[in-house]
């Protein structure tokens, strides 16, 4: 009987450990000022002043992953706009870096550039990894939704790419953030 008892009480700290929110979610999105792809600095503020964000961090311009990222992002822009967002990406990558990948593959949302990693810092997404048994410091793929009240509503961390612009979708629609 205790031991039922026990299993039970781990299987509902599982559960709620699973279902918990991340720890951002419901606080103030950090704000920052960071350059897009023409040297145009951008505010959080001003994107939230426009409309709902979906800020997505991304490790580098160019490669597999990140191309497969924002080119979905990219087909799927429409539907994240009629669910009353916005899209823009993130990464450490230098404004001149963001033009060429932004020509190349016709981006139609900003990439902003934080080559300092203040902002990554800021919103937990520079972190150790590990690839083949070595340590590294690098951004974490991690999308957060932003209301237009700047305030975090959910987050998406360890991003799988495949699927994720429409699970960003359906997020959109279930937080009912509004346009």
């Not at 419901?26 to 792809?37: C, I, S, T, V």
């Not at 190349?104 to 900003?110: T, V």
């Not at 150790?128 to 237009?148: A, N, Q």
Request: charged share 25%; with cysteine.
């Amino acid at each position: 009987m205790k031991k039922t008892a026990s299993r039970q009480n781990l299987s509902k700290r599982s559960a709620h450990a699973e279902s918990s929110p991340h720890p951002m979610e419901g606080k103030p999105a950090p704000d920052f000022e960071l350059p897009d792809a023409n040297g145009t600095v951008t505010k959080l503020h001003d994107l939230t002043a426009k409309g709902n964000v979906v800020l997505y961090f991304y490790p580098k311009d160019m490669t597999p992953g990140c191309t497969r990222e924002a080119c979905d992002f990219r087909d799927n822009l429409k539907r994240v706009q009629a669910a009353g967002a916005q899209v823009v990406g993130i990464s450490a990558d230098p404004p001149q870096a963001h033009q060429k990948f932004a020509s190349k593959y016709d981006l139609n949302f900003p990439l902003l550039s934080d080559t300092d990693k203040r902002v990554l810092k800021a919103y937990g997404v520079f972190k150790t990894k590990s690839l083949y048994g070595r340590e590294f410091m690098g951004i974490e793929r991690t999308t957060f939704l932003i209301d237009r009240h700047g305030t975090i509503r959910k987050v998406f961390p360890k991003v799988k790419v495949d699927g994720h612009a429409d699970a960003v979708v359906e997020a959109l629609k279930t937080l009912a953030l509004g346009g």
